[in-house]
């Protein structure tokens, strides 16, 4: 089956730690997202990445790093910058040859700060 | 800063009638809308996309886009228990990026 896994899908963190998130997708796109969603809030774009060994920073990247060395994989790295990192991280995947350019989710990753 | 607007509600509809989702977006130049609904502790999933104004029927979805008052909305007629989520309106950037409103929360009573 195609689609976008995350993994863990829960993940707890010290302060003063980093942590990364891993998403995979087999569906061939060139596009990958991250998202992080706050209690009550919409997405917020984090990275984004348009082709391989090519990412952007999008709204809120302060304190996150990304690297996308495989068309499949676009890993995000929470850092000890991040000073409220404690959230639901999503993951997506474009077609960026599609019509309408839907963006699939992954089911997300849920990060605490203990 | 983009900005998309949605009533967070929470939005009540008795089992069967029809629920109306709307939102706003500041972007004059947006081309493309998507309606995401999102079950709690859930990712997104895509219900609808528009792109030209007018209506867009899928079923018991309905996409309504009138890109002179910056409007895009979503009717669910016959609404069912199962279809209380919260609702994501998106609108496309340049560059591919997605907007994302904060959701409206719909309540479907049996």
């Known amino acids: 089956d195609g689609g976008i896994t995350q993994s863990p899908k829960y993940l707890f963190r010290k302060e003063g730690q980093n942590v990364t998130l891993s998403c995979e997708q087999n569906?061939?796109?060139?596009?990958m997202y991250w998202y992080r969603q706050d209690p009550g809030q919409g997405l917020r774009l984090i990275y984004y990445s348009q082709i391989v060994n090519d990412f952007q920073k999008g709204d809120i990247a302060e304190g996150y790093s990304v690297s996308r060395e495989k068309k499949e994989s676009f890993p995000l790295t929470v850092t000890s910058a991040q000073k409220n990192p404690t959230a639901f991280y999503l993951c997506a995947s474009q077609d960026r040859g599609h019509s309408y350019n839907e963006q699939f989710f992954g089911p997300g990753t849920r990060l605490t700060v203990l | 800063q983009k900005e998309v607007e949605q009533n967070s509600g929470p939005l009540s509809v008795p089992e069967g009638a029809i629920a109306s989702l709307n939102c706003t977006y500041s972007?004059?130049?947006?081309?493309?809308f998507f309606w995401y609904r999102q079950y709690s502790g859930k990712s997104p999933e895509l219900i609808m996309f528009?792109?030209?104004?007018g209506d867009k029927e899928d079923g018991r979805f309905t996409a309504q886009l009138n890109k002179a008052s910056q409007y895009v909305s979503l009717l669910i007629r016959d609404s069912q228990p199962s279809d209380s989520a919260t609702y994501l309106c998106?609108?496309?950037?340049?560059?591919?990026?997605?907007?994302f409103g904060a959701g409206t929360i719909l309540r479907v009573k049996s």
């Open positions: 528009i792109y030209s104004n």
């Open positions: 998106a609108v496309m950037e340049y560059g591919n990026k997605l907007v």
């Open positions: 972007d004059r130049g947006s081309q493309s």
């Open positions: 569906l061939n796109h060139d596009a």
